[in-house]
């Protein structure tokens, strides 16, 4: 069992930068691929970045590529996305998930364990 733990949401402005954070405990985590996917208000749940156990492979969704910054230290058992020029349609509930497949993946599905959200909202 893997717990996750996200935390760095808010309110902020177009334009502006957050990082948001993910720490696991409960297994090893340099076990896991680890992705980020975010949820907004009536729509499904979206793949936004990946990245593989060792982190030398990330992978993003073409809506969010050369915006945000995918990254994890083993070290601290965490990942994180750096988030910028945020743009009002990157308000979501944005969950960080854990991957047994340790390339990791695009579909949710291959996901096994996920974290409670944290609420991002970009304001114009």
């Known amino acids: 069992q893997v717990q996750l733990v996200e935390s760095g949401g808010g309110l902020v402005q177009v334009g502006d930068s957050l990082r948001l954070s993910c720490a696991a405990s409960?297994?090893?985590?340099?076990?896991?691929?680890m992705g980020w996917f975010r949820q907004a208000p009536g729509k499904e749940r979206e793949f936004v970045a990946g990245?593989?156990?060792?982190?030398?492979?990330?992978y993003y969704a073409d809506h969010v590529k050369g915006r945000f910054t995918i990254s994890r230290d083993n070290a601290k058992n965490t990942v994180y996305l750096q988030m910028n020029t945020l743009k009002p349609e990157d308000t979501a509930v944005y969950y960080c998930?854990?991957?047994?497949?340790?390339?990791?993946?695009?579909?949710?599905?291959?996901?096994?364990?996920w974290g409670q959200g944290t609420q991002v909202t970009v304001s114009s």
């Open positions: 409960g297994h090893t985590f340099s076990a896991y691929a």
């Open positions: 990245i593989n156990w060792s982190g030398e492979l990330t």
């Open positions: 998930a854990a991957s047994v497949l340790r390339g990791g993946s695009y579909v949710s599905t291959e996901y096994d364990y």
